[in-house]
């Protein structure tokens, strides 16, 4: 499938000339084409900030809601039609400090979706404060004396959580990302897949250089079946690991747990109510002998 | 003291009072169904503590030959199972009411020059059988035989209450039933105490619904197929009632992470295509408002039911208030649509929580189900829900390639598709948004997307639920009530017997009816009952129709209005 089939006409771009939400616009596409899903079957679901805005420059189904709660929504339009392929994609402050609370309880009710989160270590929008990655000592007009909170490690907390697939990768390598994304959509059940990214205007910190500089990848030995090395390797902090941290493939998802769609398969939009069972039922409430 | 008494009325309020974990609940559960199949006109109430143990809890159940749905104040009889029981209805007990206690249980509770006292061993009973837990179905037992119910009656509802239970707690607690059903038989007899109430033909085939029910019930028949909730009191029934149909009717019931999750998934639930509710209480709804705000930006349907407590803050947890009219009417930020209902008979919560999904489906609103705790804990026998004309009206169209979410149209209504049906693709934004979708910063395009929104509001117009008038059309003196008051309210007036009064309840209270200001233009005098402190619904009424209702009957002690006490405010306005 070419990516083109999800490219959008006479598009005026929000983001800054070298922001990492480039190549991850162009990256997921990618990864969609060859996975040949179609526009009319995906939902991408976003929240708010400058990586919640990637789904407008799709061609596909969106739902762009309020900051922090594209989890919730992205779970329960999975479960009312299990048939579409839905992807939740956000910054960092969107889902680990406004939506943290969400991010902890999808990976416990496992929904089959793909988080993507691009984690660029600020808050770019509302021009350059803390995020809840943001690096010790990282000065920003708020955090004045630099950054002293413990930032969120998104890996480590998903492998506490025994989610299914917890990976990362890095913008600023295409071919090695577009693998994971495809693996992390292909996962059934909730996948997270945390990418780093630099952001030109407000992090000056952690470039594209310092980010080459500062990650690795995981060795090919990594078992990624074994949660403690998984967690060892969420916790490494000399240079920070890319690939796919952690699977469990045991699980079951969201849609499987709750029990409507064992005999049947009909999206809730297709179904009907059946007046005979309703009637039955209020019969009960005659208490009649 | 006197214990030969004959209730010639056709009409008696017993009380039972204990501590949570007593089983007062049980005893209400069994006694209504029980007085229900015998035929006899029920209703019954609660109010408890926010606690799991200790405390003191109250049921409230009167059984009538004609038909009782309110509150009264009077106690006829009383049956307190824990020490302390006494000081918590002393206001409501008088000289005409009989104690049945436990002498030894309660002590010194009571002045027996003073009070009709009949001491009966529930607790000695309860320990006999094995553990003095099982008292309260020995009350309920003693009950069932001083109104001539036959003990096969009160055994088949035990027996059916424990069923999941093991083999020897049914054995015990029908043990405790039979035992207590002597009690009733022997201690007591007939030629103490007599009860005259006579069985109601219509009874049989009527249906005995708590407000609970007749909500969750209106969902199924709405179409409801989601909901997603946070527990809060008094809400969580409409959830558990649906996690307990979920299975039979294909509904998913999820319990979210906090209000603000299961408001986004009711409202992604929607985009999916599904009909989705969710249930709070206004603590709640407080964490549910930004959400409220999006699917007023999306266009989003959604079905909110708000069962009132006292606030501010977490207030009374377990206890009742009419408060929360305002918030539901301004919640969110921004402007957009909306529609409030407030249902008044225990129908009235099938009727129109049905209706809301419809409402919400065809216009794209958020369309609010406004009880209180009043509302959702009491129950009483009524018609059986009538089914006939109840259709789930779906409004999604497939798409075509060009399809646009906010297509610009005359009415306000853009047709709403869903992903996956038809070739179109649907995308929503929380920020405004051009007819495709997508995010704009178009002031022009702004302009004409809110007013496309707004109109929605004109339109909502046509399909306004009227208020109801009982009593005379010649009326100079107009009672304004709604929600949950209705049929105290009824009662109230009633007790009032002028041939000048009569009373207006709003079922539907935004937008308000048309009608309105020609009802109260046309009495003399108008007074308004509501349970709350500021008088919110009168304020409403003044700023669409001009009118300032001046006599006003609050009530905000975390209780509903008392019938006597209703009427007696009632009167004294009037004379």
């Known amino acids: 499938m070419d990516t083109q089939i999800f490219g959008m006409a006479n598009l005026d771009i929000a983001w800054c000339p070298g922001c990492g939400n480039y190549p991850i616009l162009k990256i997921l596409k990618q990864a969609l084409a060859e996975l040949e899903i179609e526009p009319t079957n995906l939902v991408l679901v976003s929240g708010i900030g400058q990586a919640a805005k990637t789904p407008h420059y799709f061609k596909t189904n969106l739902f762009d809601g309020l900051h922090g709660r594209a989890l919730p929504a992205a779970t329960a339009i999975k479960v009312a039609n299990p048939a579409l392929t839905v992807i939740a994609e956000s910054g960092d402050g969107d889902m680990y400090g406004e939506g943290g609370n969400h991010f902890i309880h999808t990976i416990r009710r496992n929904p089959d979706i793909t988080n993507i989160v691009h984690n660029n270590m600020v808050y770019g929008l509302t021009k350059g404060q803390a995020s809840p990655t943001s690096q010790i000592g990282f000065k920003t007009p708020v955090q004045v004396g630099g950054v002293f909170l413990e930032p969120f490690n998104p890996l480590a907390v998903a492998i506490a959580l025994d989610a299914g697939f917890v990976a990362r990768g890095f913008a600023g390598d295409a071919e090695q990302t577009k693998e994971i994304i495809k693996k992390a959509i292909k996962h059934k059940g909730y996948a997270l897949v945390d990418i780093f990214q630099p952001c030109v205007s407000f992090n000056k910190f952690n470039t594209y250089e310092w980010f080459k500089k500062h990650t690795c990848y995981l060795e090919d030995s990594h078992d990624h079946s074994n949660r403690n090395e998984a967690f060892k390797q969420a916790t490494e902090k000399e240079k920070l690991p890319l690939g796919i941290f952690y699977t469990n493939l045991d699980k079951k998802t969201f849609e499987e747990n709750i029990g409507i769609y064992q005999e049947n398969q009909q999206p809730l939009y297709e179904r009907k109510l059946n007046f005979g069972k309703l009637h039955n039922l209020i019969e009960t409430f005659k208490i009649a002998d | ?575």
């Open chain 2, 1 to 575: 003291m006197d214990n030969n008494v004959t209730f010639q009325k056709n009409d008696l309020s017993i009380v039972l009072c204990g501590q949570a974990g007593q089983g007062i609940q049980t005893v209400e559960y069994l006694l209504t169904r029980i007085f229900k199949l015998t035929g006899y006109n029920v209703f019954a109430t609660k109010e408890y503590m926010s606690r799991i143990r200790g405390g003191t809890n109250s049921t409230g159940i009167r059984i009538s030959s004609g038909s009782v749905r309110a509150s009264v104040s009077r106690i006829d009889i009383f049956v307190p199972l824990n020490q302390g029981a006494t000081q918590h209805v002393e206001k409501r007990i008088s000289p005409q009411t009989i104690i049945l206690a436990e002498k030894e249980t309660i002590s010194d509770d009571f002045d027996q020059t003073r009070h009709k006292f009949i001491d009966v061993p529930f607790t000695k009973t309860a320990s006999e059988i094995g553990n003095k837990i099982y008292s309260n179905v020995v009350a309920v037992g003693t009950i069932a035989s001083l109104f001539g119910i036959k003990l096969q009656t009160v055994s088949k509802y035990v027996k059916q209450f424990f069923s999941a239970k093991s083999d020897d707690v049914i054995q015990k607690n029908l043990a405790a039933a039979k035992k207590g059903f002597n009690l009733g038989t022997h201690l007591l007899g007939p030629s103490k105490i007599k009860i005259d109430i006579r069985n109601d033909a219509n009874v049989k085939d009527q249906i005995l619904l708590s407000g609970t029910e007749s909500v969750a019930l209106g969902a199924i028949a709405g179409g409801c197929n989601f909901i997603s909730a946070y527990p809060m009191s008094p809400s969580t029934g409409v959830l558990v009632f649906l996690a307990k149909q979920a299975k039979d009717f294909g509904i998913i019931a999820e319990q979210a992470e906090d209000e603000i999750a299961a408001m986004n998934m009711a409202i992604g639930a929607w985009y999916a295509g599904a009909r989705a509710m969710v249930t709070t209480s206004g603590g709640g709804f407080a964490l549910m408002t930004e959400g409220l705000s999006l699917a007023g930006m999306l266009e989003s349907p959604i079905v909110i039911h708000l069962a009132q407590r006292p606030g501010p803050a977490t207030g009374l947890p377990t206890r009742t208030e009419q408060a929360d009219l305002e918030l539901a009417l301004y919640a969110g930020h921004g402007e957009f649509p909306r529609i409030i209902l407030a249902p008044g008979k225990i129908e009235d919560g099938f009727y129109l929580t049905q209706k809301a999904f419809n409402l919400a489906d065809k216009y794209q609103v958020p369309v609010f189900i406004l009880t209180d705790q009043y509302f959702v804990d009491s129950y009483y026998n009524t018609s059986c829900l009538d089914l006939s004309d109840i259709n789930v009206e779906k409004h999604i169209i497939k798409t075509g390639v060009d399809y646009k979410r906010y297509k610009l149209t005359e009415n306000g209504i853009s047709p709403r598709g869903v992903p996956g049906f038809g070739e179109g693709l649907i995308a929503v934004d929380s920020d405004e948004h051009d007819e495709a979708g997508h995010i704009t910063e178009d002031l022009d395009l702004r302009t004409r997307m809110v007013d496309k929104r707004l109109r929605k509001c004109e339109l909502l117009k046509n399909e306004i639920i009227p208020p109801e008038l009982v009593g005379s059309e010649d009326y100079k003196n107009l009672v304004v009530c709604w929600g949950s008051t209705y049929n105290i309210v009824r009662e109230a007036v009633k007790n009032l017997g002028r041939d000048d009064a009569a009373f207006l309840h709003f079922k539907q209270v935004y937008p308000l009816p048309r009608e309105t200001i020609n009802y109260l233009q046309k009495a003399q005098k108008t007074i308004i009952v509501e349970n709350n402190a500021t008088s919110q619904f009168a304020k409403l009424i003044k700023l669409h129709t001009g009118i300032d209702i001046k006599d006003k009957i609050l009530k905000y002690s975390g209780l509903s209005f008392y019938v006597e006490e209703l009427t007696e405010r009632l009167d004294g306005l009037l004379n």
